[in-house]
């Protein structure tokens, strides 16, 4: 036998061992040790399984900029149902005619304008109005999506306001969402004779009402689906009209003039977001151990596990890294989270374009303020997915490194991080940098299945470069 082979063969037999043990209980060292002489450079590389679990969200925030209403059942996700609850805002220094003028009243419409949707557009949805009776909303209070609906409003057919059939397509209407429109789609519901009369009665008594007198008078709205499951509408404006007329004389002769007021969901007043997955746990339940769940809104979240006692045993243990004596640093610590390829049963679906890697112990916080990461936190990473591999990349380098340094962390600790779906609004420079000016939770409706550390083809597992110099 040649014995130049033989440092060869045994180099696979090294490499195919460790590929195969990499997620064992004893990790293995995969890169060599590097000394220049001149540097005194110290490389090490290792690999670490995840551990990880499939987490039902109990809320995000009620407030969005985007509305979500509708109904939508997944055959792998299972069902979402997102209802609104909205005040309305009175017109500013808006003075109603004087009784002279004898104004009267001509009708009353809800519309709900929406730039997109999720779903089939030709399939029906009723939306049932009600209006609200009971607790007022408080502008200064932070709410969540997993609202109390019975706290605020009955729902009983004494309080229904109305509803209607729509599709977002319709057919019956030239409003159609399509490329060549300038105009807004929207779903208008007509109010009765008898609705419109009293509305127009409440605010003849109060010519130049307030929004907080308004808002005294009319609570505002709950608006739900009570029929459909196929289509979710983004509404971003909603506004209630009060068409009227009065009359004057004009050179002797009555003149009708036709006017309306418009009575905006806007910022002044609060519009709250329910998200309700009445399967949820039984959709959960049945995920096997190899496959993570990714879900908006509000879903289904997957935390994973960082063995932040393992990596840093390894390092200054196994590799016996002189604290006192060197600068150790990570270069790398990459952690892929593999989508398992869409087969294509839920047609509609699609990834979040990023997610948010959160340390469990600062979701509560990340909802509350929705913090643009800045790449200096100790408790947040970010990761877009990438089409080309069909995962989400995140680097924890930064993270590691400043833990490993910082002496009052347990080294016992294992650090636990939900993946959080995002909505980012972005900035583009001239330079073509392009920066997050917006983070929130997403609530549009997307999902993934990712793979687990118990997966067999590609368990979960984070990839760390390290040195010491």
Known sequence: MNNNKA????????????????????????????????????VYSDTFCLDAENWMVPAIS??????????????????????????????????????LYNPQPDSLALLLYYNTYFGDPYSPMQISIYQMNGDPIDYSTRYYSNLNIKQYCDSTSDLLLGDRTFTIIDLNRRNVISEDSAETPYMRYKFSTEQTLNFF??????????????LNKFKGMFI???????????????SLYLYYHYTYRREGHDTIVKTSIAFPANHEVRQLNRFMHPDRESIVANIPDSVLYIKSAAGIYPKIRIPFNRIRSKMFGSYGI??????FNISAAEVKVECIKNDYVDKYTLEPASLLAISSESFDDFLRHNGVPTGYEKDRVLGSYSATSNAYVFD???LLTKALRDNTINPDSVFEFVLV????????ATTGAVTATSVRPLV????TRVRSHKNTKSPLRMKILYEAY
């Open 7 to 42: 440092p060869l063969f045994l180099l696979i037999l090294l490499t195919i061992a460790t590929i195969l043990g990499s997620c064992n209980e004893k990790f293995t060292e995969i890169g060599p040790d590097i000394r220049p002489g001149q540097d005194d450079i110290d």
């Open 62 to 99: 009620a407030q969005a900029d985007t509305m979500v209403l509708g109904c939508y059942v997944s055959p792998i996700y299972g069902k979402i149902k997102a209802d609104l609850l909205v005040q309305l805002a009175a017109p500013d220094n808006y003075e109603f005619p004087d009784e």
């Open 201 to 214: 009665n409440m605010l003849r008594s109060t010519p130049h009402i307030t929004t907080k007198e308004f």
């Open 224 to 238: 739900t689906t009570s029929y459909g499951t196929s289509t979710l509408a983004y509404i971003n404006q909603i």
């Open 322 to 327: 002189d604290t006192a004596n060197k600068v």
């Open 396 to 398: 924890f380098a930064s």
């Open 421 to 428: 779906p995002l909505n980012m609004e972005l900035q583009y």
């Open 444 to 447: 549009k409706m997307a999902g």
